[in-house]
Antibody, heavy 118, light 110 residues
Framework: QVQLVESGGGVVQPGRSLRLSCAASGFTLSSYAMHWVRQAPGKGLEWVAVISFDGSKKYYADSVKGRFTISRDNSKNTLYVQMNSLRAEDTAVYFCARGGIQGPFDSWGQGTLVIVSS | QSVLTQPPSVSEAPRQRVTISCSGS????????VNWYQQLPGKAPKLLIYYDDLLPSGVSDRFSGSRSGTSASLAISGLQSEDEADYYCAAWDDSLNGDVFGTGTKVTVL
């Protein structure tokens, strides 16, 4: 069955960097666009970024543009997001999700928590 | 901030019907399909409705969706206690070049 497992979360100081990973199994990663979606504690869902099946197209939310970079390694069945210049407002559970460029997100990981705090 | 507006909460008795609205604009709902997600407490979201009104395999047909103009709605009929969750609409936004989520609606079964 389709499985997405995020990792790499933790506590990081403001201004520092963190890279999250999403390991995919049960399907051919190279056939799908992939997304990152986040959820701040007690808040709603916020779309973060998407990458096309081959990595040629990438789109970002304005809130992370210029600071976050989405990437993928289809040979390793893994999706990434490099998060630089982290801010307190980036504190959230980060989910990876499978879907077309414009959605829908038909499979989700369980999420990994990122806390940005000094 | 969310560009799709939903009511913060709705509540109804078991076996009744509730409707959740999702209001957007011409750049998102007015021009692109709407998807709905259910998030049970402490869990990851789950796709509930896609392309406005289609049900993924395994989703109960008590759930239904529709879209008209710049608004969409999700209906839950025969409300059950297991339906207590947060519900989010989402759509691609042509102006933002990204997906946008609704503000979310908490459904409570009285």
């Amino acid at each position: 069955q389709v499985q997405l497992v995020e990792s790499g979360g933790g506590v990081v100081q403001p201004g520092r960097s963190l890279r999250l990973s999403c390991a995919a199994s049960g399907f051919t990663l190279s056939s799908y666009a992939m997304h990152w979606v986040r959820q701040a504690p007690g808040k709603g869902l916020e779309w973060v970024a998407v990458i096309s099946f081959d990595g040629s197209k990438k789109y970002y939310a304005d809130s992370v543009k210029g600071r976050f970079t989405i990437s993928r390694d289809n040979s390793k069945n893994t999706l990434y997001v490099q998060m630089n210049s982290l801010r307190a407002e980036d504190t959230a559970v980060y989910f990876c999700a499978r879907g077309g460029i414009q959605g829908p997100f038909d499979s989700w990981g369980q999420g990994t928590l990122v806390i940005v705090s000094s | 901030q969310s560009v799709l507006t939903q009511p913060p909460s709705v509540s109804e008795a078991p076996r009744q019907r509730v409707t959740i609205s999702c209001s957007g604009s011409s750049s998102n709902i007015g021009n692109n399909a709407v998807n709905w997600y259910q998030q049970l407490p402490g869990k990851a979201p789950k796709l509930l409705i896609y392309y406005d009104d289609l049900l993924p395999s395994g989703v109960s047909d008590r759930f239904s969706g529709s879209r008209s103009g710049t608004s969409a709605s999700l209906a839950i009929s025969g409300l059950q206690s297991e339906d207590e969750a947060d519900y989010y609409c989402a759509a691609w936004d042509d102006s933002l070049n990204g997906d946008v989520f609704g503000t979310g609606t908490k459904v409570t079964v009285l």
